[in-house]
C-alpha cells in the first residue's frame, strides 16, 4: 500500500513515480483509493474528475481500453477534504507467490480482495435491490482475498451510484419509482440513502445483519443495524459497485497487517489509538514516534450523530448550515490529532448511517507489522 498526495485532481504523479520504480506493475495494481478535493456532494466535478485522470492513466499503464479498466482495478474515491485532510489515493498492489510452509498458526497479514457488482439501476439505488447487489460483489471480494471467516475482515470499502436528475428521468420514463429526489446528502437525500444500502450489503454479506431483517423501509430508518467495517461512498457517474476488502489471513507473506476499532463520538481519541492497536502496535496512552513510523495509512468514517448532545453537553452542529463539511473536517481534525499526519481517508458528513453503531465511526489502520 503506497500513499501519494495529491497536488490537483489530475495529479497522476505519484502514480507514475511508483511505476517508474517498479514499486507497482501491470500485473500487481489491485485498487486504487483516495480523497479528492470538491464539495464532496453529488455534483463535485473534482472527484469525477480525478476519477477520470486516474482511470485513463490506469489504463495506459495496464495497455488496456478504459472501459476495461474496472475488470482489473477497483477505484474508490471520496470527494471533500475540508479542514485537514489532504487529498492523497492510497494505491494498493497484490502478488500471488507459491509458500511451501503455509501454517494456520502463523501470524495474520494483510490480504485484499476485489469485486465488481452488476449494474444498478436508478431505482435500485438505496433499495433491497442495491443491498443485495452489493451483498453479492463483498462475497465475491472475500473469496477473492482468499478469506473464509468474516472476522478476518477489517475493512469494506465500496463505490456504488447515486441519483442524478437524468437518472430520475429514466426510471420514471420507465414507470419506476427511486427513493428521493433529493440530490444532496442531506438526511433524506439520495447520496445517503445510497451509502447506507451499500453498508447494509456488507452487512448482511458478512453476517453482521441476516437477510430476513432486511428490506427497503429499514434503510435510513432502523439505526440498530449496521455494520462495523464498511465505509460507502456514491457517485452520480457510477453505474456499477466496486468494493475492495481488506482483511488478514494466515497465509499471507505480506509485511503489512490492518486492524479496526469503533470511536463512541466525535471526540473519542482513544477509539483511532484502538484501531492502531487492533493492527499491531503496542502502546500504552500515545503512540510514539517509533510507533507512528510503522503507520502505513488510517481509513475512518466521520458521521455526524443524529443527536445535539456530546458526552451531556449540547452541540450547534445539527443545526449548521455547512455541517456536511463541518462533520467530515472533524473527523479529519481527530485522526490527524493521534497521526500526526494528513494523509487520512476521511469520509462521510452525512448524518447517522448504517455505517457503524449509531453515534460511533468506524476507524481502520494498516500498519507494517515488523517494526
Known amino acids: 500500500m503506497f500513499v501519494c498526495p495529491m497536488a490537483a485532481p489530475s495529479d497522476t504523479t505519484g502514480l507514475q ?11 500487481t495494481l489491485v485498487a486504487i483509493a483516495g480523497k479528492t478535493e470538491g ?7 473534482g472527484r469525477v474528475w480525478a476519477d477520470v485522470a ?19 482495478v477497483i477505484f474508490v474515491l471520496s470527494g471533500g477534504c475540508p479542514g485537514v485532510i489532504t ?13 511451501a510452509d503455509a501454517a494456520a498458526d502463523r501470524d495474520k497479514r494483510l490480504v485484499v480482495g476485489r469485486a465488481g457488482s452488476d449494474a444498478m439501476p436508478p431505482e435500485e439505488v438505496g433499495r433491497m435491490g442495491q443491498i443485495r447487489k452489493v451483498a453479492e460483489a463483498t462475497r465475491r471480494a472475500m473469496t477473492d482475498a482468499g478469506l473464509t471467516d468474516s472476522k478476518d475482515v477489517h475493512l469494506v470499502m465500496v463505490k456504488v451510484p447515486g441519483l ?4 430520475i428521468k429514466d426510471a420514471e420514463s420507465r414507470g419506476q419509482t427511486v427513493v428521493s429526489h433529493d440530490l444532496t446528502f442531506g438526511p433524506e437525500g439520495a447520496g445517503v440513502y445510497a451509502n447506507d444500502a451499500a453498508a447494509l450489503g456488507v452487512a448482511m454479506a458478512l453476517g453482521e445483519v441476516p437477510e430476513s431483517a432486511l428490506s427497503d423501509s429499514v434503510v435510513r430508518r432502523n439505526w440498530d443495524l449496521y455494520s462495523s467495517v464498511a465505509m460507502t461512498s456514491s457517485g452520480g457517474e457510477k453505474r456499477h459497485g466496486e468494493v475492495v476488502l481488506f482483511g488478514n489471513s494466515s497465509t499471507s507473506q505480506s509485511s503489512l497487517r490492518i486492524g479496526h476499532s469503533v470511536t463512541k463520538d466525535f471526540i473519542d481519541a482513544e477509539g483511532v489509538r484502538n484501531a492502531l492497536r487492533s493492527a499491531g502496535l503496542q502502546f500504552d496512552m500515545l503512540p510514539a514516534e517509533k510507533d507512528l513510523s510503522r503507520l502505513v495509512h488510517v481509513f475512518a468514517k466521520s458521521v455526524i450523530p443524529g443527536t445535539d448532545q456530546v458526552r451531556g453537553n449540547r452541540i450547534t452542529l445539527l443545526d449548521d448550515v455547512d455541517a456536511y463539511q463541518i462533520g467530515k473536517a472533524l473527523g479529519g481534525m ?19 448511517s448504517h455505517q457503524g453503531p449509531p453515534g460511533g465511526n468506524i476507524v481502520a489502520a494498516v500498519v507494517r507489522a515488523d517494526g
Do not use: C, M
Open 87 to 99: 487529498p492523497h489515493i492510497a494505491v494498493v498492489t497484490r502478488e500471488w507467490i507459491e509458500v
Open 17 to 27: 513515480q511508483l511505476a517508474d520504480s517498479g514499486k507497482i506493475r501491470p500485473d
Open 164 to 167: 442524478t436528475t437524468a437518472s
Open 334 to 352: 481527530l485522526v490527524a490529532s493521534v497521526t500526526g499526519r494528513t494523509t487520512n481517508y476521511v469520509s462521510g458528513g452525512e448524518r447517522n
Open 39 to 45: 464539495t464532496g456532494q453529488h455534483d463535485d466535478w
Open 54 to 72: 486516474l482511470r485513463e492513466w490506469t489504463a495506459r499503464f495496464l495497455g488496456i481500453p478504459v472501459s476495461d479498466v474496472a475488470k482489473q
